[in-house]
């Protein structure tokens, strides 16, 4: 294991957050929806979240266990900040939404370790959003006009974004619920 850490912290941090940002965008919705329209090509947010991304590589890269590649683990770390730096200064062009991909594709392992092998059948909602992490974060990643032409349909609509923010309301509700009650 990776991260040591169980299904009821996963459920408790992962429910809170989800409800804290859900019920920030209910609340200042207009604001919201703006700033998700600047978020994919903000240079700003691109470098917060590349710096984060990197750190989180670096320290998980220094710590795992990398069997017979050992051997080459100051070479990996040394191409994780050099990459780091090479995608901040010439990547510009949606640089937030590439960062956000890793940091969503990194983020997915932990939730995945926390559910591995425990037999209640609530862990899918912990499984099911790390599938979705993988699966955004890839598409975010490779070709990331995607988030942009997503967070346009969202903010298309008068009543898209709000219920979009109900919905991750009720998930990390959901996940509270199950972490508190049901996850031991």
């Excluded at 850490?5 to 804290?20: D, E, F, M, R």
């Excluded at 329209?37 to 266990?65: C, E, H, K, Y």
């Excluded at 010439?90 to 983020?107: H, P, S």
Aim: with cysteine.
């Amino acid at each position: 294991m990776i991260y040591p850490v169980n299904l009821q912290t996963v459920g408790l941090v992962v429910g809170t957050a989800l409800l804290a940002t859900h019920l920030l965008a209910l609340g200042r919705s207009k604001d919201c929806a703006a700033w998700l329209r600047n978020f994919p090509r903000s240079r700003a947010a691109g470098t917060v979240l590349i710096i984060l991304a990197g750190i989180w590589s670096f320290l998980l890269v220094r710590q795992m266990d990398l069997g017979e590649f050992a051997r080459l683990k100051n070479v990996m770390l040394l191409a994780i900040v050099a990459g780091t730096f090479l995608a901040w200064r010439y990547v510009e062009e949606f640089l937030a939404v590439r960062a956000l991909g890793m940091l969503a594709l990194l983020a997915a392992e932990p939730l995945l370790e926390a559910a591995f092998l425990r037999p209640e059948p609530s862990r899918l909602l912990v499984v099911v959003l790390a599938y979705a992490w993988i699966v955004l974060g890839l598409f975010w990643v490779g070709i990331p006009w995607i988030l942009r032409d997503q967070i346009a349909w969202l903010t298309a609509g008068k009543n898209r974004l709000p219920a979009a923010a109900w919905g991750g309301v009720l998930y990390g509700a959901a996940l509270i619920a199950c972490a508190a009650f049901l996850w031991k």
